[in-house]
């Protein structure tokens, strides 16, 4: 079964500075990757979208991701958080095998932003 | 272009009783599922519907069922509720779910008392 791992439930940055989430996934076969964000009472949004085309993701807001297969990571980043940036971020995975058609999720980072 | 609706967004239900969600998708959407939220486990899979037809079911017990109709629109429901039903049921969209990239409802809120 495929699974991610998200370390660190909560991260604070300073207005400005650098974001970075960490996602490790396990997966037995070259795994479609995401990010979605979750704005207080609010549903998921799609962020970015790993599919082996590229290992550098770029998606809204200014987040990138870059998959790197050797340390099983999909980390998202952000040059400089904005304020708007607070929310919670989950990583996720595509169920592996034909007919899965669903997403495994992380248990979420929430990103506090300090002015 | 509108978005997932889902309704109600808040209720209140005491244990035993019957609840049912309803989920409209964003238009051409074939693909609805389900996903439940709560602190201690996360967001997990319910169920996931393509053109009425049941494609997929996480593990959860038989309580919690869903159908679509034929306009897309799905429903969910779960049967003697339990306090542990007490989540956000998410629903999304997606021309197919395969794609991962899935559009979000904000969610209908489950007290159960």
């Known amino acids: 079964a495929q699974s991610v791992t998200q370390l660190g439930s909560h991260v604070s940055v300073s207005e400005g500075a650098l974001v970075l989430l960490r996602c490790n996934y396990s997966s037995s076969v070259p795994p479609y990757l995401f990010w979605y964000v979750q704005y207080p009472n609010q549903g998921l949004q799609l962020l970015l979208k790993y599919t082996s085309a590229a290992t550098l993701v770029k998606g809204i807001n200014g987040f990138e991701a870059e998959f790197k297969k050797s340390e099983t990571s999909f980390h998202l980043t952000k040059p400089s958080a904005h304020m708007s940036d607070a929310a919670e971020y989950f990583c996720a995975v595509m169920g592996s095998g034909a007919g899965s058609y669903q997403l495994t999720f992380g248990k979420g980072t929430k990103l506090s932003v300090i002015p | 272009k509108a978005g997932v609706t889902q309704t109600p967004r808040y209720l209140i239900k005491t244990r035993g009783q019957q609840v049912t969600l309803s989920c409209s998708p964003i238009?051409?959407?074939?693909?609805v599922s389900w996903y439940q939220q709560t602190p201690g486990q996360g967001l997990q899979f319910l169920f996931e519907y393509f053109s009425e037809t049941q494609r997929n079911k996480g593990n959860f017990p038989g309580r919690f069922s869903g159908r679509q109709f034929s306009n897309s629109r799905s429903e969910m429901n779960v049967s003697t509720l339990e306090l542990g039903d007490s989540a956000l049921y998410l629903c999304?969209?997606?021309?197919?779910?395969?794609?991962?990239?899935?559009?979000f409802g904000e969610g209908s809120r489950l007290t159960v008392l």
């Open positions: 999304a969209s997606g021309v197919d779910s395969y794609t991962g990239e899935l559009f």
């Open positions: 238009s051409g959407h074939r693909s």
